[in-house]
């Protein structure tokens, strides 16, 4: 299963705009349907995580731990240290989002919220618990529902890059975007019980950072992302595993099996879809 979450924090609309959803494992009828028309396109594996080795067999095996910076240079008006700056903080809230498993498996998002600023920090808090599930701004962090999942090991594995260009909003405001495309895949395993698999998530997006006028800048989040295997639960900001064995919940997956890795099927993916190759 994999589901899509968007969100964004824009300087300009002061609105978050969140899409959920997700592509689930085919169910058992389908699963063998499919089988028995030679057709399986291909669902995400039911085979357990080797807990010695909880990466082997996947992509993931040649990922990294972390999200690296490129070396700074300044880009249109802003200067080489302002650029710096951005990408260190572009790294810390990557980090807050994906890294902190206080945040990922307990919902602390703490971290997080102590990195914003000014606007965009309270916007974030004036629209936690928004009524209208698309505009609730907990859909920024990236939260496992809690008692779901516990991470096997002490690894979360990343790949993908970050870059910087200079870029202009609807409204006009020259800002530093900050571009951001990762993989981060964390092996899980249902509390206390020995199935598990690695949940992949795949991020899209920038942060955009505004100079305030004195030099300083101040951030906006905006991203969206793929995660698979969940179930695909309407209006939820949290996302719920979905281990071998699990029957589907929520909306049924659409559209073609996608490659769980695929940094450029997430950025078409639809609400709901089937992925192979978690």
């Known amino acids: 299963m994999s589901s899509r979450t968007r969100a964004t924090l824009g300087a300009a609309a002061l609105a978050v705009l969140a899409l959920t959803g997700c592509a689930q494992v085919l169910d058992q009828v389908d699963r063998f349907a499919r089988q028995e028309a030679d057709q399986i396109l291909g669902t995400v594996t039911l085979d357990e995580v080797d807990r010695d080795d909880p990466f082997a067999g996947s992509p993931a095996a040649d990922f990294g731990v972390g999200f690296d910076t490129p070396e700074p240079a300044a880009e249109g008006d802003f ?9 260190d903080r572009t790294r810390l809230l990557l980090e807050t989002v994906y890294l902190d498993t206080d945040a990922v498996f307990d919902e602390d998002n703490s971290e997080f919220t102590g990195l914003l600023t000014g606007e965009s920090l309270a916007w974030y808090m004036d629209h936690l618990g928004h009524e209208d599930p698309e505009l609730d701004s907990r859909h920024l962090p990236f939260n496992l529902t809690a008692g779901t999942a516990e991470l096997i090991g002490d690894e979360i594995r990343v790949d993908g890059r970050m870059w910087t260009e200079t870029d202009r909003d609807p409204s006009g405001w020259d800002y ?52 698979a295997p969940v179930h695909c639960l309407p209006d939820q900001f949290t996302f719920t595993p979905a281990f071998p064995g699990d029957l589907p919940e929520g909306d049924r997956p659409e559209g073609r099996v ?12 639809d609400d709901c879809g089937t992925v192979r190759g978690t």
Do not use: C
């Open 258 to 269: 996608q490659d769980a890795y695929d940094l450029e099927a997430a950025r078409e993916q």
């Open 176 to 227: 530093l975007a900050v571009r951001t495309e990762y993989v981060v895949v964390y092996p899980i395993a249902r509390p206390g019980k020995p199935v598990s698999t690695r949940m992949v998530v795949t991020h899209l997006g920038e942060v955009g950072f505004y100079d305030l006028g004195d030099g300083t800048l101040e951030a906006w989040p905006n991203w969206h992302r793929a995660v």
């Open 79 to 87: 200067t080489a240290e302002q650029v710096e700056w951005a990408l």
